[in-house]
C-alpha cells in the first residue's frame, strides 16, 4: 500500500505522516522522486486506511504499483519522443530502424555494415562492446577497444550509436562512445544498474527481461525516471516460453498496452525476439502494424561467419531489401521509414 | 524411426518389410496413408539401419514426425485453398473475416450480427453451440437448438458457418447447419475427433492447442489429412505462458513458419490470443502484416451482456470501423479485404 | 457469477428465480447435480445481485468457481479412499504403486511385468491399449487385442488394471477389462469425455492437462463427479515450462494444495513428470513426502526396446530396489507401502 | 565450439593455436582459467575441425557448454562440502537450515527470529538488506544500517549470516558482517556481479533465476568457480510458469540432476517456492526427500506484520514445529537435522 500525497505537500507533512504511522503502529518507506510517496509496511491491528486518506496532504492511498507510477508521471497525450545522436529520434511518425552487428568484431566489418544501415535508412547503429554471454567460456565482448571502434564508426557516418552496459562501472567507460546506453535483457531487474542510468544524460534503451511481466518492465523503467532521466526507449524481444521452433516467443501484444499505459516509446527486436533470420521481416512488418516506434535489428556483413547471433542475423543486401519492402507498410500505418 | 516406402510400393512389400523387422527382433505399425510408412518398435541389438535403407521399396528412413508428414504431404507451391459455403474462401489473396459471438444465444441477436458481418465484408459467422467450459456450473451453449439458430441465419445471410464439436457424435448433428467444423484448443490433441473429422467433406478450422507446439498442431492436422480430408484451416489463438495482462500470448511468428512448413492456410483469432477488446484491432493488423490468411473475431451486439468472453468482444460499430481500417493495411500487403 | 440454491429448494424455486431474472433483463444457466445451482447470464443495467440474495430459496452468489465447487461437495475430513478392483485402494494409509509398461505390447512381456509388480508391492497395473500420440505415424495401440491381454493377466495376477480411454465409444469396449480408466493428459478438458465417464461405475484416473491450472483439474473433476460418480483419482504428471533438461517439470505443492482444497486422493507420475529414468526415484521420493497418496510409474522388462517412452521406463529390477528403497521412507512419513 | 587444451599446454601452444584459427580464417577467444580453452570465432570456409584434432596440444574439441564446464572442473566423487561462519557446512550428512526474515527490519525482531533459528537447529541467518524490488515505490532495504544488525546479531547466536548483494560496489559493504553473499534470482544472469563474487573468500549462495535452465544455472556458478571461488551453493526457488495458486512453481527434479552433473551443494527456498507459508512444510519436506542439502525458509516473529513477503512467512512457532517434524524424515532419508 502506497500513499501518494499532492504536489503541495512539504517535508513537515511527510514527517507527520510518517509520525501518524508509527502512532498507527506502522511504518513508512518514503520513495524516489515527487510527489512524495510513503509506502506502508508493518501495518498492525491499530492501522486504519480511512484515516490516512482524511490526512489533508494525502492525495490518494493506493494499492497497484502501476497506478503509483501513473500518479507520479502526470504525462499524457502520447508517446514521449527520445532523441538520440546527431539524427534519430524514436517515438515520431518516422520509424527508428537500429541496426548492426551482434558483439563489435572488427573496425572494417562495422564499418561496412553500417555504411549499409545509413544507406537503407537506418538511423542507429547497434554493436556490443560489453557482452552478456551464458558461458564464461564464450566470447565477452572487445570491450574499450569496440567502444573506440564503434565512436570512430559513428564519426564517418553519423549514426546513432547503441551500445549495452552490464554494470554501473561500464557506464562511464561507454558514454563517451555511445548515444544510447542498453539496458539487456537479463538486467531489467537490475535495480543499481538503473537507477544509475537514470543519473545519465542520454537515452535509455531498456529490453523487457525475457521472463519479464509487463508491469514489471513499467516498473523497471521507472527506476530510471525517478533517478531522473526521462528518455526512455523500451524494447519488446521476445519471452521465453515451451516453444520450441523459436529462440523466443515475441509478444507483440505488449506494444499496444505499453502505448495504452506509458509515454515511453517501444520498439521492437525481431532478431532475439525469433532467432531465425527467416523470421526477422514478417515480425518487422507485424510490429510496424501494430504500432512499434522503431525496429532493432541484427546485421552482419556474412552472418555466418558472425561472432556470436549469426542464425538470427541479416545480410547487408537482406537488410537493404527488407527496409524497401518495409516503406510501403509504413506508410499505409501512417508512419515514414 | 519411421521407413517410408516409396510410392510404386505394393502390400507385399510392406509384408515384407515387417518380416525383415522381424527378423532383426524389432516390430513395425503401419501408419496410414499413402505412401506406406512404417514405425520400427522395439529395436534390439540386431537392428540395423543401414540395412534397411538397402531394400529396394524402402524410399528413406526418417527420425523426424515433421520430416514424415512432408514425405507423405508432397504439395508444394504455395497455401492450398480451402473454400466453404457460398462465399469463403481461405487462403486466397482476399483475406477471409469470420466473425460472429462466442456462444449462439438468441436468433435475433445472432441474426443482427450476422448482418453486420455480410455488411462489414465478412465472409463467415463464428458462434458456439457446443461450449468447452472449465466449470460444469457455466452455459455449455444451446446444443442442436443453436445449431438450428446458425443454419437459418446461414440461410438468410449466405454466410459460411463455423462451430465447434467437441466429441464424434456431434459431427452428424453439426453437419447439416455447418460449412466449417471447428476443433478448438481443448481438443487439438483430441485424436479419435480428429480422424472423425478426417472423414468428413466439410472444411476443418482447427485451432493450435494453447499449449501446443507447431509441430504437434502440423501432426494434428495431419491427423486430419491421413484420413481423407484436405481441406483444412490452421488457427493461432494464443498460448498460455506467465504473461498477465492478455489471457494468452498471441504467438505471430507462426504464421510465416506455417507458411514455409505447410500447405495449410492459416488464420489468427486475437480475441482469445489477447482476451481484451481493446488490443483486438493492433493484433489483427499485426496478423495481416505477417502474412495470415484470415481473422476469426468475436462480435456481439453488447458485448458486456455476451453470455462468454464479453470481455474480448467488439460490438458491431467498432467491427465495422475494424475491418474499415483494415483495408488499407491489406492492400499494402498485397491482400484484399 | 452462479447462484447456489438452499438444498432444500425445488423445482418451483428454480423456475420462479429463472423469471426472476428474466425480469431483471438477465438469463440463467440451470447446473447439473444437487443442490440447484444458476448461473446469471447476459445481466444488463436492471440487474441487482442484492436483490438476488435476498431471494429465500438463494443460499449464496458466488464468483469463483471453486467456492460453487466447494460449496456443492460438502464432504469434508480428510481424502475420499477409492477402491480399485480387488486390492487397490488409493487414499488410505497405505500407498496405492501402479505401475506397468507405457503401451500393451505383448502378453508375456505384460505377465512378466505385472508379476513383478505384485512381487514388489504394487497394487495395480498400468498399460495402453488405446495411445494419444503426437504422430499419426506413431504406433496407436493395439487396442481390443491389448485390453484383452491386460484382462488376462488381470485374472492371474489380481492387480486393478488402469488403462487409458481417449474418446465416449472406448469406454464400454475398455469396461470388462479394466478396474480404473484413466483420462490421459491431453483430455483433461474433453468434458463430454468427462461426463461419460461420470456415468460408470469405476474409478476414473485423472491426470492432469500439461498446461492445466489446479483449478482447472479441480473443476474437470467436478464434471465426472456431477455426472454421478466420485470415485476420482487425481494424477500430477508435470507441466510444460520452458525447461530443456525434463521432458516435464513436476509440479509437486499441487499435491498438499489438492488435499487442502479437495477430497479426492492424488497420486503422482515420475516418469512423465520427467522423462528420465533415473530421476524416477527421487521424484518418487519427494511425492511421498509432501503427501501423495501413490505413485504411476512406467516399468518394462526391457525399457530400451519398449514400443513407447522407454526413456523413462525402469526395468524389473530397477522397479523392485526402487519400492524397497520406498519403504523406510513410507513409514518416516505415517504411509505404508 | 570450445578447445580444450590439455592441462601441460604452455602459453606458446595457445599463441600457436590462435595462429593456426587466423590461418584457417577463424579467430579465437581464451577463456579463463586453467586448463586453457579457446572459442573458436567467425570460421568460414577454410576452417577444418578434424586439423584442430590433430594439434597435439589440443585435448579435446567441444560444442556443448556444460561439457566444456565438466571438462573444466575435474571434481568428481560427490557434493563439495561449503564451510560458512562458525557452524555452518552446507553438502555434509547434517541439513543446513537457513532461516529469517525476507528484509531486516529493527534489531529487536531479528534477534528474537535468530533465537528461534537456533533454538531450532537452524546453522544460518538469512536477512536482506539489499532489496531488490519490482517497484521503486516499495522499501528497498535497511542497506547498512541493515547488515550491522546482522552483524551483531550473528555476534550473539553464532549463526552464519547469509545476506544478497545486487552489484559490486555493495560487495565490500557486506562482507564484513556477512559469511554467505546471496545472488537472487534476479541477478543470476549479472555476469559482473558473478565475476566479482569470485574474488571473494566467502561462500556464495547462487539462487537460480526464476526464468533460467539448469544449464544457465550451472554456467552462472562457472562464472564464480573460475574466478577463483569454488565455495559455491546453488539454490531451487521456483521457476514462473503459467500456474496461479502458487508464487512459483518448485521444480524439484533440478535438485538431482545438479547432484548428477555438479560437485556444488544444492538448497531449496519453498517460501519463494511457493508464496504461501502453508505450503513450506510439505515442501521441505519433498526437498529433503530428493536428496536437497539445506533449506532457505523466510521465517518472522508476526509475518501478518513483515515488511515484505509476509504470506509466504512461517512465524517462530510455526518454524520449530515445522523443524521438529522434519527430523523424523531426515533420519529416513540418511541425513541429520
Known amino acids: 500500500m502506497v500513499i501518494v500525497l499532492k504536489p503541495s505537500s512539504t517535508n513537515a ?154 554494470a554501473c562501472e561500464q557506464i562511464a567507460r561507454a558514454r563517451p562512445f555511445a548515444d544510447v546506453l542498453q539496458v539487456g535483457s537479463r538486467n531489467m531487474h537490475n535495480t543499481p544498474l538503473l537507477r544509475a542510468l537514470g543519473e545519465q544524460d542520454k537515452p535509455i534503451l531498456l529490453k523487457r527481461g525475457w521472463s519479464a511481466t509487463l508491469e514489471e518492465l513499467l516498473l523497471a523503467a521507472e527506476y530510471i525516471r525517478q533517478a531522473g532521466n526521462d528518455r526512455i526507449i523500451l524494447c519488446e524481444r521476445g519471452i521465453r516460453t515451451f516453444e520450441e521452433y523459436v529462440r523466443n516467443t515475441l509478444a507483440l501484444a505488449v506494444v499496444p498496452e505499453v502505448k495504452r499505459l506509458s509515454p515511453h ?18 515480425m518487422c512488418r507485424a510490429a510496424i502494424a501494430c504500432g512499434a516506434d522503431g525496429l532493432l535489428i541484427e546485421v552482419h556483413p556474412t552472418p555466418a561467419r558472425a561472432w556470436s547471433d549469426g542464425a538470427q542475423t541479416l545480410d547487408l543486401d537482406e537488410f537493404g531489401r527488407l527496409m524497401k519492402g518495409l516503406r510501403k507498410l509504413a506508410i499505409a500505418c501512417d508512419r515514414e521509414l
Request: with cysteine; net charge negative; proline share 7%.
Open 13 to 166: 507533512d511527510v514527517a507527520a505522516l510518517l509520525g501518524r504511522l508509527r502512532d498507527m503502529d506502522a511504518a513508512g518507506y518514503v520513495g524516489p522522486g515527487q510527489p512524495w510517496t510513503v509506502e506502508v509496511l508493518g501495518a498492525g491491528p491499530g492501522f486504519d486506511r480511512r484515516k490516512l486518506e482524511e490526512i489533508p496532504a494525502v492525495d490518494r492511498v493506493l494499492d497497484a504499483p502501476l497506478a503509483v507510477l501513473q500518479a507520479n508521471d502526470p504525462s499524457r497525450g502520447g508517446t514521449r519522443e527520445v532523441t538520440a545522436g546527431l539524427r534519430a529520434t524514436i517515438g515520431a511518425r518516422r520509424l527508428a530502424v537500429i541496426a548492426g552487428p551482434c558483439s563489435v568484431e572488427d573496425e572494417g566489418r562495422l564499418l561496412e555494415t553500417a555504411a549499409a544501415v545509413v544507406e537503407a535508412g537506418g538511423v542507429g547503429l547497434r554493436g556490443g562492446a560489453f557482452k552478456p554471454r551464458t558461458s564464461p567460456y564464450s566470447f565477452q565482448g572487445l570491450e574499450d577497444r569496440g567502444l573506440e571502434m564503434l565512436g570512430r564508426v559513428r564519426e564517418k557516418t553519423g549514426l546513432a550509436v547503441v551500445t549495452e552496459v552490464m
Open 265 to 282: 516509446p517501444i520498439i521492437v527486436d525481431p532478431s532475439h525476439g525469433t532467432g531465425h533470420a527467416h523470421l526477422v521481416e514478417p
